[in-house]
């Protein structure tokens, strides 16, 4: 199975920094496939999904409409679209977006069994403090990536950073989707470097290359998902070359010069 861990060490060697996109699993904005599949092509490292529950309610515009087209989707069904992704992208590590309404809904125990089963590499725990606990997710063999926002008390996230095994995640706007200028992102994810002690990817407010060449001379990895459903949305969902062109910039702006830091 790909590892997260592994491809952030192939990036890193590169200098530059991973590409994660987010996708919400059986949103028929596009098929999820050949999204997947469009994505990965022109560049993404790394695929983040949402499971839509009966319960979780994301609080970003763009993902929270595409978990509402996605609608009442069974969680079995779920499970095997993921399973099927795995099997089409042997060679892309795929993380799961875990909200607490998620784990409720869901079960914990069924969660990581799930997970495991379908093959996914890890979980991004956006409330570490509920359940499953990255205790729970590593023994099951996959990533615990949790989640650092800037209201994490230094010690706690202090605490996250010793259990996560490879990265973090570190929030730069307070919801995703709010949108921030590569001034703003680039500030923040140098701010959030400067006190992390362990490798992060760095999302939320992302909308062009010049917002992830912000973030990516300062962080692991640089994650987009709303700006994905607008280009999307701008597009009815079909074709897909508009996706391919902005994951090829994205993808290219990761690409860090001489004179930059690395992660």
């Known amino acids: ?126 409330d570490p403090s509920n359940a499953p606990s990255i205790g729970r997710v590593l023994d099951r063999g996959l990533s615990a990536i949790p989640l650092i926002t800037s209201s994490t008390e230094p010690a706690r996230a202090a605490r996250l950073e010793a259990e996560a095994d490879v990265l973090t995640y570190r929030s730069l706007a307070a919801r995703t989707g709010d949108p921030l200028t590569p001034a703003e992102a680039g500030r923040l994810t140098e701010a959030a470097a400067g006190g992390a002690g362990r490798p992060f990817l760095a999302g939320f407010g992302l909308r062009d290359e010049a917002g992830v060449r912000a973030v990516a001379r300062h962080a692991a990895g640089v994650v987009i998902g709303s700006e994905l459903y607008r280009v999307l949305g701008a597009t009815g969902g079909a074709p897909l070359d508009r996706v391919r062109d902005a994951v090829t910039r994205w993808k290219a702006a990761t690409v860090r010069t001489s004179t930059e830091s690395r992660a």
């Open 1 to 126: 199975m790909p590892h997260v861990g592994e491809r952030f060490r192939e990036s890193r060697s590169r200098d530059e920094a991973l590409l994660v996109v987010y996708l919400t699993v059986g949103d028929p904005i596009a098929p999820f496939e050949a999204l997947a599949r469009a994505v990965v092509e022109a560049g993404a490292d790394v695929l983040e999904l949402g499971i839509p529950t009966e319960g979780t309610r994301p609080r970003g515009a763009e993902v929270a409409r595409s978990f509402e087209r996605a609608g009442d989707l069974p969680a079995v069904r779920s499970w095997e679209m993921v399973g099927k992704l795995r099997a089409a992208l042997p060679e892309t590590p795929l993380l799961q977006l875990v909200y607490p309404a998620t784990t409720a809904d869901l079960g914990v125990s069924p969660l990581l069994a799930e997970a495991a089963a379908a093959g996914l590499d890890g979980l991004v725990l956006t």
